[in-house]
């Protein structure tokens, strides 16, 4: 079966950085857009950065300018890297394919990310 896996997830200060990495067991990762999405307690999950398959990136308002989205299709990886983090970024974070371009597989178990102030 298709796994997605999260990892990189963490405590961390505000201002501080983290960087999530997602590694895809499927044989089409280099095919597919991608998309981190992040949900937070009593909210709705929300796609928060894309990459499509030839790198082209979108960045949800609330994290532009703070956070990059970037893919190794060699590795079937998709990095998530957070800079300047804010205590509203505190959520589970879960990569999955670009529900904006297509449907979903089943979500992983996501890594949560923890902004103290």
């Known amino acids: 079966q298709v796994q997605l896996v999260e990892s990189g997830g963490g405590l961390v200060q505000a201002g501080g950085s983290l960087r999530l990495s997602c590694t895809d067991s499927g044989s089409t990762f280099s095919v597919n857009a991608m998309g981190w999405y992040r949900q937070a307690p009593g909210k709705q999950r929300e796609l928060v950065a894309s990459?499509?398959?030839?790198?082209?990136?979108t960045y949800g308002d609330s994290v532009k300018g703070r956070f990059t989205i970037s893919r190794d299709n060699a590795k079937n990886i998709v990095y998530l890297q957070m800079s300047n983090l804010k205590p509203e970024d505190t959520a589970v974070y879960y990569c999955?394919?670009?529900?904006?371009?297509?449907?979903?597989?089943?979500w992983g178990q996501g890594t949560q990310v923890t902004v103290s102030s």
């Open positions: 990459i499509s398959v030839g790198s082209k990136t």
């Open positions: 999955n394919l670009d529900w904006t371009r297509q449907g979903v597989r089943p």
